[in-house]
């Protein structure tokens, strides 16, 4: 009888050692063996459902328009504050005027409530439809009076001023609307998602500064800019209009309760329904709570790195244009590695929990970018303080969204832009301090101070931010 070929005995031999080996370290028995097959399986489940949950928010028809759409304005509006700003101190070699052009980016802050008021009436879509239509007709304007050589600073400041009008209330309605379509879950990634928009236009515009003013001329750029507006406008059409909680009565009943609904939000005013969301916001610690940190982050923590850096730039590391390009996309990039982070891991985490945990090492951070003496130095640090923002400040409006009552979400993240406000007083403290003690001494006592608050909101409110089961840790 003939015998089997050698390598045929080799892979007999080789499967009985395999065998052998793997039983061992199976434990030998079946049982074991099955738990390490569903390990593995587990492990491939985990990995899945992390890919899962950062493309989630795109399974909702609505979001596919309204991150495009967010996208094209945000690029735009980077684009054109570089532009105008680098405009004004050209044409009026005034720091003043420059930062006077600065300041009307914020004039309407505090009609912020009031666009979430009309936003809960009209549809968060339709008002944004609107702005962003607003934005796109100015955007045309400037580009014509450019091409026609008519342009002048006194022109750039009234729109500015209109446009500085509106602009604050973009982000509290886009994130209203965002809280109306999106199912809760998901709303942690698609937060996170949202706000890649911001970070990678400061991201862009930093790196390319004035630039594009330089090479395409003020006409050419503006015609860049409208266009891009106009994309935004016209992809914010294709967002539902559908808020969270309506619903459509069978056919041939009549919904009482829903016609009696709607009588009393058309019978009350503006300023009612402003008043009703001030008293929410002040009846509900968690809502509370999160205004009170979101003004103390603004006074403390934006003032020491949003206004202050050409300063840092110039004065401490000797640099130009170029050096504050990186600082600024320094710490953009930091923002968009955060959320980065949160669309991966976002529905894993506890919002309240992790807003005090990052506001404080945000802090940190700023108080050791006061210490640095290097542009290098420098930039790392921003890109860690970048980072602790987002995980800060992404969380904040996700807890926002989640605890506020479905009626008031517009009003109460209109509310949440007031917190604006503190950057301007935390500005112009900074202003004095910086002159009589330096930049590192100030950016110490701003540190020390937004810690000893950040404590004090902590304590006052645990029992509503820390306990895992608390409503505004749900995930």
Request: aromatic content about 10%; charged content about 10%.
């Amino acid at each position: 009888m003939a015998s089997a070929p050698p390598h045929q005995h080799r892979r007999k031999k080789n499967k009985r050692f395999y065998d052998k080996n793997n039983d061992a370290h199976a434990g030998a028995t079946p049982h074991h063996r099955c738990q390490r097959l569903c390990g593995a399986a587990g492990a491939r489940r985990t990995r899945l459902s992390a890919a899962a949950s950062f493309m989630a928010p795109f399974r909702v028809r609505s979001f596919r328009f309204q991150w495009p759409a967010d996208l094209c304005t945000s690029w735009a509006a980077e684009m054109e504050v570089l532009i105008l700003g680098w405009y004004v101190l050209v044409e009026t070699r005034s720091v003043l005027l420059l930062t006077l052009f600065a300041s009307l980016q914020y004039i309407g802050t505090l009609l912020a409530p009031l666009f979430g008021v009309i936003g809960h009436r009209v549809g968060e879509r339709n008002l944004l439809c609107a702005m962003r239509a607003f934005y796109a007709t100015l955007a045309s304007a400037l580009m014509t009076l450019a091409f026609l050589g008519w342009l002048t600073p006194v022109q750039v400041f009234i729109m500015a001023t209109l446009t500085g009008i509106v602009r604050p209330s973009d982000l509290a309605i886009r994130f209203a609307l965002i809280g109306n379509t999106m199912p809760s879950g998901h709303l942690m990634g698609a937060m996170s998602t949202s706000r890649t928009t911001q970070d990678s236009a400061r991201i862009i515009g930093a790196l390319s500064g004035a630039g594009v003013f330089a090479a395409l001329g003020m006409g050419a750029a503006f015609l860049c800019i409208a266009l891009l507006y106009v994309c935004g406008f016209v992809l914010t059409l294709g967002v539902s209009a559908v808020r969270a909680g309506d619903h459509t009565p069978p056919a041939g009943q009549t919904d009482t309760a829903t016609k009696g609904a709607q009588t009393a939000v058309a019978a009350s005013s503006h300023w009612h329904d402003l008043k009703a969301t001030l008293i929410h916001v002040r009846q509900t610690p968690s809502l509370l709570a999160a205004m009170v940190l979101a003004f103390l982050f603004n006074v403390t923590a934006f003032s020491m790195i949003m206004g202050l850096l050409p300063y840092v730039a110039k004065e401490i590391y000797g640099s130009g244009q170029t050096g504050l390009g990186y600082l600024v996309a320094s710490f953009s990039a930091g923002s968009l590695i955060g959320t980065l982070v949160l669309m991966q891991f976002g529905h894993r985490t506890r919002p309240a929990r992790m807003m005090l945990i990052f506001c404080v090492l945000w802090h940190i951070a700023i108080f050791a970018f006061g210490q640095m003496q290097t542009l290098a130095g420098g930039a790392v640090v921003l890109v860690l303080a970048g980072i602790a923002q987002s995980l800060c400040t992404i969380p904040l409006s996700v807890m926002l969204l989640r605890t506020a009552d479905e009626q008031f979400r517009g009003r109460v993240m209109g509310i949440r832009i007031l917190a604006v406000y503190g950057l301007p007083i935390g500005l112009m403290l900074a202003g004095q301090l910086v002159s009589r003690i330096g930049y590192a001494n100030t950016s110490t006592l701003y540190c020390i101070t937004g810690l000893f608050f950040i404590g004090l909101i902590a304590m006052r409110w645990r029992q509503h931010l820390w306990p895992q089961d608390a409503p505004a840790n749900r995930r």
